[in-house]
């Protein structure tokens, strides 16, 4: 699987992550919603960590060009 495809795929889980987080808002059932809450905040954090890892190689800040003030 290329680059492209793998970022693609973990951006529409990470994102569906955030879906699920929100699932038990919309239904107004938050009590009973926790799990949803915490499966879909661990994808989305999982997702979104494997994205940068995978396909940028690294979670870093991007290097300034130029003057730093």
Known sequence: MSKGI???VLTI????GVGVFLFPY???RI???IPFM???AGCTVVCGL???YL??????RIPHHGRDW
Do not use: D, P, Q
């Open 38 to 40: 915490i499966f879909g």
């Open 26 to 28: 919309f239904t107004g």
């Open 6 to 8: 793998l970022r693609i």
């Open 50 to 52: 494997l994205r940068c």
């Open 13 to 16: 889980l990470m994102y569906a």
């Open 31 to 33: 009590t009973a919603g």
């Open 55 to 60: 396909t940028e190689g690294y979670c870093a």
